[in-house]
């Protein structure tokens, strides 16, 4: 005979997926806290995969931006674009914008296809969905790691002394992952139901990064200036390099109130994702 109290067993009820209430939000941590295993074998797994069979291996999350800085400085000194004026080398400039971009970039196309690139998984286990989500992250916070030891010895190589504030610049992270998050929960279930959503992406983010000034400096003039200004990803990429260059950030009222927003789209939209959830199994 068994006895005692049964363990991980999750009892639903039909108006538990209704509403706003504090307890909805309790009930969908408790369901990712239980889930954190899972979350954990998915990332091992999704890393695994990512570097098995290559001869680089991790390598590659130092070389890709190597590689675009090093085009940019060609296409500069060749006189084909102008990356404009910097008060720090531009390849220490340039690695540390493009290290805060990557983490909005391929988290992005990392968390919308999450969901398909689970597979049977979706419709074959009793899980809270947004582990999937959640897990393929988990990549990109290590390549971000690799790419932050690449820094500091590009900031050495070329005499660059970080200020003080540096130690704060890692906070800038959390909503530039609430605002990536956010965005891919959303954007996976899109693509759970049409798998065109992907590639939209894809080059949505190849653009971004073309009118944000991440490798080359902001003009401070004309329709690209003023766009920035309202443009999140420009705000967190330019208070990270406050931070690390500057030691005080430039405009900080901005930084915090597109911070707060950032986190109120991770909330909407998880909520969202809960919401849907139950019937984009069927359509995966």
């Known amino acids: ?29 408790r369901e990712v806290a239980a889930s954190r295993d899972l979350i954990w074998r998915l990332f091992v797994r999704d890393f695994s995969a990512r570097y098995k069979q290559s001869l680089l291996g991790v390598l590659w999350a130092v070389l890709l931006p190597v590689c675009a800085v090093g ?7 060749s006189g084909v674009l102008d990356v404009g ?22 988290g992005l196309t ?20 947004s582990a999937l989500v959640m897990a393929s992250l988990g990549n990109i916070l290590v390549e971000t790691a690799i790419r932050t030891v690449m820094i500091v010895l590009v900031f050495a190589w070329y ?10 610049a890692p ?35 190849s653009f971004l990064l073309f009118v944000t000034p991440v490798l080359y400096a902001d003009p401070g003039q004309g329709l690209l200036s003023r766009w920035n200004t309202i443009n999140p990803m420009a705000i967190f990429v330019g208070a990270t ?9 430039e405009d900080p009222v901005r930084f915090l109130w597109y911070s707060a927003a950032s986190i109120v789209v991770f909330f909407v939209s998880w909520r969202f994702f809960n919401l849907v959830e139950p019937r984009m199994v069927e359509r995966v």
């Open 1 to 29: 005979m068994v006895t005692g109290k049964p363990e991980h067993v999750v009892i639903y009820r039909p108006d538990q997926n209704r509403g706003w209430a504090p307890s909805v939000w309790l009930t969908m941590a």
């Open 71 to 77: 085009t940019f400085m060609l296409l500069n000194s």
């Open 85 to 106: 004026s910097t008060t720090t080398p531009y390849p220490a400039w340039a690695l540390l914008n493009l290290t805060v971009w990557q983490v909005f970039a391929a």
């Open 110 to 129: 990392a968390t919308t296809g999450s969901i398909v690139a689970g597979g049977s998984m979706v419709v074959k286990i009793n899980f809270p969905k």
């Open 159 to 168: 005499g660059v002394s970080p200020k003080a504030t540096a130690a704060l």
């Open 171 to 205: 906070l800038v992270l959390i909503p530039v992952l609430a605002l990536t998050l956010g965005m891919g929960l959303v954007l996976s279930l899109f693509n759970a139901l049409l798998r065109d959503v992907i590639h939209i992406v894809t080059v949505g983010v």
């Open 241 to 249: 390099r406050d931070l690390v260059l500057n030691g005080k950030l």
